[in-house]
């Protein structure tokens, strides 16, 4: 039973345009977002991360919008740049449910230059 | 420099033999997790701690055990490697749980079990 899902294995887009990753969650106790990304041979890293209570949360070129209504949220990036290319987990906790991390399946983002 | 250190980065072993994968973070972070990466399914996790001697199943914990004795150290121990966990394995520590909390990730072990 996957509660996150991230239904595009893949993305690719060009150097200077938006890129946008979705997510879909089913279960209504998480409470919080995040975003990882992880390049080949590292461990992923915290990139953003957004509260059940906001619908949007902006660092630099890194943009998370929550729908809580659809129970989706994207990641956008602008302008996308090639050092972007990664493979993006989205997860998500909830205090109720011992605070643990559900990940997604993961998107591949190739930016071409 | 705060880091959570795996070794050994790369195992190749065989089936039923005995192996433990060392997990240490220097952040003096509460939560510890394992995890691991199977292509189209995402990180899923094997098992966490959420402090010294208290360790909790994840997901997938079969085949899997843990200790943590000190609160830098969260070991993860296959008694009889089978094939089916050929993976990559993440260790993660976070300051507390829940809310969010930042996680903390290991570069990864490459596990193949033959």
């Known amino acids: 039973d996957q509660q996150v899902k991230q239904n595009s294995p893949s993305l690719s887009v060009q150097e200077g345009r938006i890129s946008i990753l979705n997510c879909d969650y089913t279960n209504s106790m998480f409470d919080y977002f995040l975003w990882y990304k992880k390049y080949p041979a590292e461990g992923p890293t915290f990139l953003i991360s957004i509260s059940s209570i906001k619908d949007k949360n902006e660092d630099g070129r890194f943009t998370v919008f929550l729908n809580k209504s659809a129970k989706h949220l994207s990641l956008h990036i602008v302008p996308s740049q090639p050092g972007d290319s990664a493979v993006y987990f989205c997860a998500a906790s909830g205090v109720v449910l011992g605070g643990k991390l559900t990940f997604g399946q993961g998107t591949i983002l190739t930016v071409h230059p | 420099e705060a880091q959570v250190t795996q070794n050994p980065r790369y195992l190749i072993t065989v089936t039923g033999k005995k192996l433990t994968v060392t997990c240490s973070q220097n952040?003096?972070?509460?939560?510890m997790s394992w995890y691991r990466q199977d292509p189209g399914l995402g990180l899923r996790q094997i098992y966490y701690?959420?402090?010294?001697?208290?360790?909790d199943k994840g997901d997938v914990p079969e085949g899997y055990k843990v200790s943590r004795k000190e609160k830098r150290n969260f070991p993860l121990i296959l008694e009889s490697p089978s094939p089916n966990q050929t993976s990559l394995y993440f260790c993660?520590?976070?300051?507390?749980f829940g809310r969010g909390t930042e996680a903390f990730f290991g570069q990864g072990t490459r596990l193949t079990v033959v």
């Open positions: 701690s959420m402090n010294v001697e208290v360790t």
């Open positions: 993660a520590s976070s300051l507390s």
């Open positions: 952040m003096n972070h509460e939560y």
